[in-house]
């Protein structure tokens, strides 16, 4: 099992642009998040989904999309990149009520937005 | 929201000491996670638990539901153990609140 997959695993972009940062899944979890951290702060829940065709806003959505077309894929699309959003990025999946480590995550994608 | 606050933000200890890293929240909770994130590397999940104790080899977890209070117990700390311990809660099932996570380094 591949787990929790995310790419890139670090992009820089300028101000302006526009990015779509992958993440796949293999373990058929129907919960499926994506956070940014930034340093000395906890992790912050951007979009989360919890089943094909369903989405919703975390605490930090402004100035992204997400999109949930099968159990597997949670894309995370940055529309007009801001400083803003320099971050790591990391996406998440469970499979709520089951196991004893609750939450795979992704290795992370580390943006730069210059 | 869930407020969630770990303690201590840092940590040195030397190899061998037992180590304890605390987490309090400020509502009730359906679970709660302990995480490791090494230094440059991804996020692991070590705990999930929503009452009494756990553990897993040298890691230890524990939940006191009344006082909103869990603790990360380490024995016999190694160098490898040297990372960031996050605690998360979650009471809804669909995301987790995190921490800021404490600095664990321990020295040989």
């Known amino acids: 099992n591949a787990g929790v997959t995310q790419t890139p695993k670090f992009r820089i972009l300028k101000i302006g642009q526009s990015m779509t940062l992958q993440c796949t899944q293999d373990m058929n979890h129907n919960y499926m998040y994506w956070y940014r951290q930034d340093p000395g702060m906890g992790l912050k829940l951007i979009y989360y989904s919890v089943g094909a065709g369903i989405t919703d806003k975390g605490e930090v959505p402004n100035g992204y999309n997400v999109s949930r077309s099968t159990t597997e894929d949670f894309p995370l699309r940055l529309e007009l990149a801001a400083p803003s959003q320099t971050s790591v990025y990391f996406c998440?999946?469970?499979?709520?009520?089951?196991?004893?480590?609750?939450?795979?995550f992704g290795s992370g994608t580390r943006l730069t937005v210059v | 929201k869930n407020e969630v606050e770990q303690s201590p933000q840092n940590l040195t200890a030397q190899e061998g000491e037992f180590i304890t890293i605390n987490c309090s929240y400020s509502v009730g909770i359906s679970a709660l996670h302990w995480l490791q994130q090494h230094p440059g590397g991804g996020i692991v999940s070590l705990f999930m638990?929503?009452?009494g104790k756990k553990k897993h080899g040298r890691l230890i977890a524990t939940i006191n539901i009344q006082e909103k209070h869990s603790s990360l117990h380490i024995t016999a700390s190694h160098p490898r153990d040297s990372a960031v311990y996050i605690c998360?809660?979650?009471?809804?099932?669909?995301?987790?609140?995190f921490g800021k996570g404490t600095s664990l380094l321990v020295t040989p």
């Open positions: 998440a999946s469970g499979l709520q009520g089951q196991g004893n480590y609750g939450y795979t």
């Open positions: 998360a809660a979650t009471n809804s099932g669909y995301a987790l609140n």
């Open positions: 638990l929503s009452s």
